[in-house]
């Protein structure tokens, strides 16, 4: 099995900046997939961004392109998303979606952390 956690998350004013950290723990072989998302009430959940394994290639959602950077340690099967120049529309919880193939040559499983709520207000 596989735990994921987030941390990082807290209140901020419009402009400020917060480092959200996932971690992947458990039976892992290798992770395909890092994602960040987030979901606010009454809001569908939304991609927010996310890398690759290899490459490490990223994706961004257009609202936040440009002000957050996802980043990874695979050494650590940890995934980093830097958000910068907050605003209020960015508020919200974050969860974090890991792809982990948990033996070689076996499928990939998908796991979600529990979230952690970020709030922007001035």
């Known amino acids: 099995q596989v735990q994921v956690v987030e941390s990082g998350g807290g209140l901020v004013q419009p402009g400020g900046s917060l480092r959200l950290s996932c971690t992947a723990s458990?039976?892992?072989?290798?992770?395909?997939?890092l994602g960040w998302y987030r979901q606010a009430p009454g809001k569908q959940r939304e991609l927010v961004a996310a890398i690759t394994s290899g490459a490490g290639s990223t994706n961004y959602a257009d609202s936040v392109k440009g002000r957050f950077t996802i980043s990874r340690d695979n050494a650590k099967n940890t995934s980093y998303l830097q958000m910068n120049s907050l605003k209020l529309e960015d508020a919200a919880v974050y969860y974090c979606?890991?792809?982990?193939?948990?033996?070689?040559?076996?499928?990939?499983?998908?796991?979600w952390g529990q979230g952690t709520q970020v709030t922007v207000s001035s």
């Open positions: 979606n890991v792809h982990v193939v948990p033996a070689a040559g076996r499928p990939t499983f998908s796991y």
């Open positions: 458990g039976t892992i072989f290798s992770i395909n997939y």
